[in-house]
């Protein structure tokens, strides 16, 4: 583990302290088909008061059946689930005393809205009718739906509906609220709009949201805590910031940012004058403070990754150049696509730096800003 890694994990285990915590998980074990399809493995996560986590990767990687297995949904095959310091790992959904918004809005047809949010202090609450309605109508001026509240849900756009969802979960006063994609049915700008509101709505109530998405945009937004999943296991924890700068891995490197990370496959060359990394394409020789990452690994294969932001076109000390394929306007910068031989890669610019005419540029590396990674993915450097 390189010295970064080392720093992110020192910083992640000592930030909670145990009074904080609201959930807990302890090497949680989740199969399926017998046992020869793990969905999650060796996952250990704690989850404080105020925190927004955010459960993010791709498709398959684990993230929603942990989800359900926090809610009791699913039972783990091995490990343990902590809420409030109570051990609920093999309890009923109603034990965990938690609000599972689902991806696929929900919904009474046949109820007012008022009847949908209130349903479930119906079922599992003594409080007065006057209690109900008080609770009712306070979050709904929280979620800024008073105004619906006698009407039914086919009557309402999908954002609102959303909120009615959040709604019914937030008046149960859960320990902590789980979302399985909730946005990903409605339009861009509709999901841009819940996004912010329900960022405003975790700082307002306090309380431990836990957001599953394959979107690492919507993870960023929302999130103060990330936690990178891939193959059923915990890839990285961190801030939206550690993720970003600080990958302790090829694949987040690869799966957090766009454009993603260039990467460049090396051979070690290390000798009485330090280390080259050598490629395909360049040779670039590492100072003396670098070359430490490197002792014992003459002769072996790694990969060099750097994002688009930080490769320098027409370079006036260039490690290669290459051909300009495609330019991308993303507002005030461009996407540069270029090809070197076989590999392709991509430059992040400023607006109009490199003209539509261009058929090649020079390329070199800011070299405070690349990573190495070896053979098993691990960050080096």
């Keep these: 583990m390189s010295m970064a890694t080392d720093s992110i994990q020192q910083e992640t285990d000592l930030s909670a302290d145990d009074s904080d915590i609201r959930i807990r998980i302890e090497d949680l074990q989740k199969t399926f088909a017998n046992g020869t399809v793990i969905a999650a493995e060796n996952i250990d996560l704690d989850i404080e008061d105020d925190d927004f986590v955010v459960l993010l990767g791709p498709s398959g990687c684990g993230k929603t059946t942990t989800l359900r297995c926090i809610a009791g949904l699913e039972e783990p095959d091995s490990g343990t689930i902590f809420i409030d310091d109570e051990d609920v790992t093999y309890k009923k959904p109603k034990d965990h005393n938690l609000a599972f918004v689902f991806q696929q809005i929900a919904l009474f047809p046949h109820m007012s809205v008022r009847r949908n949010i209130r349903f479930g202090l119906d079922m599992n609450t003594d409080l007065s009718s006057k209690e109900k309605r008080e609770r009712v ?185 290459a051909t300009v394929d495609v330019i991308e306007p993303q507002g005030k910068s461009d996407a540069v696509h270029l090809s070197v031989g076989d590999v392709g890669i991509v430059a ?14 020079s390329i070199a590396f800011d070299r405070d800003e690349l990573w190495v990674f070896d053979e098993s993915g691990s960050r080096l450097l």
């Excluded at 403070?289 to 000390?317: K, Q, W």
């Design 137 to 321: 109508e306070e979050v709904a001026d929280l979620l800024g739906i008073r105004d619906l509240l006698d009407r039914s849900p086919s009557a309402l756009s999908g954002g609102q509906q959303q909120r009615v969802s959040l709604g019914r979960a937030m008046v149960m006063e859960p320990a902590a609220f789980l979302l399985d994609e909730p946005f990903s049915a409605l339009d861009a700008n509709l999901r841009d709009q819940m996004q912010t509101e329900i960022k405003k709505l975790h700082q307002s109530l306090g309380t431990a949201m836990v957001f599953v998405t394959h979107d690492q945009e919507e993870a960023m937004t929302l999130g103060n805590k990330i936690v990178v999943m891939n193959d059923g296991q915990i890839q990285q924890i961190g801030s939206p910031y550690e993720i970003y700068n600080e990958p302790t891995s090829k694949f987040v490197a690869e799966f957090i940012g766009s454009p993603s990370t260039n990467m460049f496959d090396c051979m070690v060359q290390a000798g009485k004058e330090g280390v080259t990394l050598r490629s395909d394409t360049f040779e670039l020789h590492l100072d003396e403070r670098r070359a430490d990452a490197f002792d014992g690994m003459d002769g072996n294969s790694v990969t060099l990754g750097i994002r688009p932001e930080y490769l320098e076109v027409d370079a006036s000390d260039p490690l290669f150049e």
């Design 348 to 361: 992040s610019v400023t607006q109009g730096r490199i003209g539509r005419n261009r058929e090649r540029t």
